[in-house]
Antibody, heavy 116, light 107 residues
């Protein structure tokens, strides 16, 4: 499976972001799909995940109420929506499938988001 | 939430030297759910180690992981030029968290 993410975005503060992640060469329904972000020059930050087959989601406490992760198994595409954007949300956003023992084994190429 | 603290922040070494990276957890973590990743500039992270000590597919045997409880270590036995990068530990209990990273740079 390869994960292909949507392109770079520039957003205004207070607006919402929607990033897509399409699985090619395989089905998304089998794997749990996570979202991780990385602010410029900073480390990795887990945002949440979805089990596409069952539609079950889990979010990091920091993003509860502001992030929504969904998946469309018919198109093998997952989506991450982040609302009420602020400058601190400027980051590269990655999707990644969950492999053995809660690891992230296949990653998308990343989507650069600038909030300004 | 489990906080992972990595040290040192930066490790300056020469090719061929041994690198020892530390990851300390704020509370005991199951070694089953402790992983290490490598990230190079402009690239997504790559899984190196899972279950604290098992190498992911295609990872050279110069990379090894060890530890239990709150203290975990990633060792690179002999640094190759392509190993200079940032390394992150990651754990999962009720949520997934990452350490702040250790940069291994060329001395």
């Amino acid at each position: 499976v390869q994960l292909v993410q949507s392109g770079a975005e520039v957003k205004k503060p207070g607006s919402s972001l929607n990033v897509s992640c399409k699985a090619s060469g395989g089905s998304l329904s089998r794997d749990t799909l996570n979202w991780v972000r990385q602010a410029p020059g900073q480390g990795l930050e887990w945002m949440g995940r979805i089990s596409p087959k069952f539609g079950i989601t889990k979010y990091a406490q920091k993003f509860q109420g502001r992030v929504t992760i969904t998946a469309d198994t018919s198109t093998s595409t997952a989506y991450m929506e982040l609302s009420s954007l602020r400058s601190e949300d400027t980051a590269v956003y990655y999707c990644a499938t969950e492999g053995l023992l809660e690891t992230l084994d296949v990653w998308g190429q990343g989507t650069t988001v600038t909030v300004s | 939430e489990v906080v992972l603290t990595q040290s040192p922040g930066t490790l300056s070494l020469s090719p061929g030297e041994r690198a020892t990276l530390s990851c300390r957890a704020s509370q005991s973590v199951s070694s089953t759910y402790l992983a290490w990743y490598q990230q190079k500039p402009g690239q997504a992270p790559r899984l190196l180690i899972y279950g604290a000590s098992s190498r992911a597919t295609g990872i050279p045997d110069r990379f090894s992981g060890s530890g239990s409880g709150t203290d975990f270590t990633l060792t690179i036995s002999r640094l190759e030029p392509e190993d200079f990068a940032v390394y992150y530990c990651q754990q999962y209990d009720s949520a997934l968290t990452f350490g702040g990273g250790t940069k291994v740079e060329i001395k």
